[in-house]
């Protein structure tokens, strides 16, 4: 009963009080979980990166033996253009040119698996294993794709957290205030950056989860 009347006669300074440092919680946690998920990502991007130039040095490295073998051709075409090769040796040598004409084929489906990715090619041009595996290969797009993503998604989850801390601020100070105007604006403005802050953290998210499948 005392405590019912204690509510019943609280005055409107400590009920705004009470409400404010409510809602200052709620935004504070609200706050922490986007910093963890923000930190959470940008380990991600950090990963993704590395992925990516791991894809790329593998796709350089297809293109140089690529151009080893292209180069063998060459070679070997011009010297059979001069007569250079003696009649004998002229059908072990048009074997080799066959051989390395099928490797240069190859090296270009690897390169584009490697690429593009074992999604993105089919499972008909799956020439690419990993560990032994076919249809594994995440492509170098794939991967550029993701890291835009995860970079976009990063630049909204700094602002939502540079808007959690300004509607922090203004939280604390409303509650110092002793103007009731005074507290009123300042307690809207920290509803509003913190409203704010919470759409641009959950875009990001959403953002995420609906490209990152």
Request: proline share 1%; with cysteine; glycine share 8%.
């Given at each position: 009963?005392?405590?019912?009347?204690?509510?019943?006669?609280?005055?409107?300074?400590?009920?705004?009080e009470t409400?404010?440092?409510v809602?200052?919680a709620?935004?504070a946690?609200?706050?922490?979980?986007?910093?963890?998920l923000?930190?959470?990502y940008?380990?991600?991007?950090?990963?993704?990166?590395?992925?990516?130039?791991?894809?790329?040095?593998?796709?350089?490295?297809?293109s140089i033996?690529?151009?080893?073998?292209?180069?063998?051709i060459?070679?070997?075409?011009s010297?059979k253009e001069?007569?250079?090769i003696q009649?004998?040796a002229m059908?072990a040598i048009?074997?080799h040119l066959?051989?390395l004409t099928?490797?240069?084929?190859?090296?270009k489906?690897?390169?584009?698996?490697?690429?593009r990715?074992?999604?993105?090619v089919g499972?008909e041009?799956?020439?690419q294993?990993v560990?032994?595996?076919y249809?594994?290969?995440i492509?170098?797009?794939?991967i550029?794709?993701?890291l835009?993503?995860?970079s976009?998604?990063?630049?909204?989850f700094?602002?939502?957290i540079?808007?959690?801390?300004i509607?922090l601020?203004?939280?604390?100070?409303s509650l110092v205030?002793?103007?009731?105007?005074?507290?009123?604006?300042?307690?809207?403005?920290?509803?509003t950056?913190?409203?704010?802050?919470?759409?641009?953290?959950?875009?990001?998210?959403?953002?995420?989860q609906?490209?990152?499948?």
């Open positions: 009963m005392s405590e019912n009347n204690a509510i019943a006669h609280a005055t409107p300074s400590s009920r705004f409400r404010c440092g809602i200052i709620i935004f946690a609200l706050m922490a979980i986007t910093d963890l923000a930190s959470k940008d380990a991600d991007e950090i990963i993704g990166t590395n992925d990516k130039a791991m894809a790329y040095a593998w796709y350089q490295s297809k033996k690529e151009t080893l073998v292209q180069g063998e060459s070679l070997l075409t010297l001069a007569q250079a009649k004998e059908a048009d074997n066959l051989d099928k490797k240069t084929v190859q090296y489906k690897e390169k584009d698996e490697i690429l990715g074992s999604k993105a499972k041009n799956w020439v294993d560990n032994g595996e249809g594994l290969v492509g170098a797009n794939e550029e794709a993701k835009t993503v995860l976009t998604a990063g630049d909204r700094d602002m939502a540079l808007l959690y801390q509607c601020v203004l939280g604390a100070v205030l002793q103007k009731s105007r005074l507290q009123h604006n300042f307690f809207r403005g920290m509803v950056l913190g409203v704010l802050g919470s759409g641009l953290s959950l875009w990001a998210f959403c953002m995420i609906n490209n990152m499948v």
